[in-house]
């Protein structure tokens, strides 16, 4: 019986992909089974919220990207490098720093509402 992938997977997926990363180096930069994230991204399996924060920044997208049932896009960071030559600790490096940059956009965000 094939599996009916949920949004939220539809979109781990897609997150993953455009970053160019697999299944098994984004198991290693949060600390879980590859077969987790497969899980994740077909949705055989509930994801904590915290996992979710995880990939969430990783990614450079917001929880409620994933979390959300209406189709809009992601707003998340566009960073262009080649994931198959980097080591563990670049690839950590480079999801701190999207992970910066979508915090500062939230802010900016945040700051724009305000009038400020």
Request: hydrophobic share 40%.
């Amino acid at each position: 019986m094939k599996e009916i992938m949920t949004p939220m997977g539809i979109r781990l997926k897609n997150a993953r992909e455009r970053m160019g990363l697999t299944q098994d180096q984004v198991a290693r930069l949060i600390d879980v089974n590859r077969v987790e994230i497969s899980y994740y991204e077909t949705g055989s399996r509930e994801i904590s919220l915290g996992k979710l924060a995880q990939l969430a920044n990783l990614y450079g997208c917001s929880v409620d990207y994933f979390l959300s049932v209406d189709d809009s896009d992601a707003s998340g960071v566009a960073v262009a490098f080649r994931a198959e030559n980097l080591s563990d600790q670049d690839l950590e490096i480079v999801a701190w720093a999207r992970g910066l940059v979508s915090d500062m956009a939230v802010l900016d965000d945040v700051l724009k509402e305000r009038g400020n």
